[in-house]
C-alpha cells in the first residue's frame, strides 16, 4: 500500500463546478504539499501545510491531522485549472501520492 | 520562481550508453534531489544530497550514481542506460528552513 494515496485518479468537470480533490496517508509528517503539473510542463508548489486550511484564489487546502487526511478544493473550475494535482507528504524527504488527472471543459 | 534549470531537457540514447543530466542551481539551496517521474508510479527519489559531496539514496537509486562538488551543481549519471530508465526526471531544490521543494523543469529521456 503506497504512503500516500489520491482520489480520484482522473476527473472531469465542467467549466465553472465545484472540485474536490482528496488524499490520505499513512506516515508521520511535518507538512502536506498540493503541487500542480500542467500536461508536458514542470511541477509547482501550490500549498505546504501542516494543520488547518489555507486558501489562494479559488483554490482552498485543507488538512486534519488526526484522520490523516487532506483536499484540494478548486471553486469556479475553468479550463486553465486542467493538470494533474499531486499530494506530497514530508518529514525531511518527499513522499508523493500518484496525481489525479483533471480535466475541465467549456 | 526559483533558479534551478536542468540539462539537457530532451536526450535520446541507446542502450548501454552512459549518460549524465544536470542540474544547476542559484539559489544556494542545501538539498538537492533527483526524481524520476513514471505513469501510475508518481515521483520516486533516485537520490538526494544534503551539502557538498554528501549524498545519499533514495527508493529506486539502482542503476544510477550522483555527484555534488560544488553547491550549485548535482549531476545524475546512468553508467550504462537501459530501456528501464525510460522517464521524466526531476531535480529539486529545498533550503534547510522549510520542508518546501523548487522543481526544475525536467528531462525527458529515452533509451532505446
Known amino acids: 500500500k503506497n504512503e500516500v494515496e489520491q482520489s480520484p485518479q482522473n476527473l472531469t468537470a465542467q467549466e465553472g463546478e465545484f472540485i474536490t480533490i482528496n488524499c490520505s496517508y499513512s506516515v508521520g509528517i511535518s507538512a502536506l504539499h498540493w503541487l500542480q503539473q500542467h500536461p508536458g510542463g514542470g511541477i509547482v508548489s501550490l500549498f505546504m501545510l501542516s494543520s488547518g486550511k489555507k486558501k489562494h484564489g479559488r483554490l482552498i487546502a485543507t488538512i486534519n491531522i488526526q484522520e490523516k487526511h487532506s483536499s484540494l478544493h478548486i471553486t469556479a473550475s475553468h479550463p486553465r485549472d486542467s493538470a494533474v494535482y499531486i499530494c506530497a507528504v514530508s518529514n525531511g524527504d518527499m513522499r508523493f501520492g500518484a496525481g489525479t488527472r483533471l480535466t475541465v471543459k467549456p | 520562481d526559483a533558479g534551478i534549470t536542468q540539462s539537457p531537457r530532451h536526450k535520446v540514447t541507446e542502450t548501454g550508453t552512459p549518460v549524465t543530466l544536470r542540474c544547476h542551481q542559484t539559489e544556494n539551496h542545501r538539498y538537492m534531489y533527483w526524481y524520476r517521474q513514471d505513469p501510475g508510479h508518481g515521483l520516486r527519489l533516485i537520490h538526494y544530497?544534503?551539502?557538498?559531496?554528501?549524498?545519499d539514496k533514495g527508493e529506486v537509486s539502482d542503476g544510477y550514481s550522483v555527484s555534488r562538488s560544488k553547491t550549485e551543481d548535482f549531476l545524475l549519471t546512468l553508467e550504462s542506460a537501459t530501456s528501464s530508465q525510460t522517464s521524466v526526471y526531476f531535480c529539486?531544490?529545498?533550503?534547510?528552513?522549510?520542508?518546501?521543494?523548487?522543481f526544475g523543469p525536467g528531462t525527458r529521456l529515452t533509451v532505446t
Open positions: 529539486a531544490i529545498r533550503d534547510g528552513t522549510s520542508y518546501e521543494q523548487y
Open positions: 544530497s544534503y551539502g557538498v559531496k554528501d549524498t
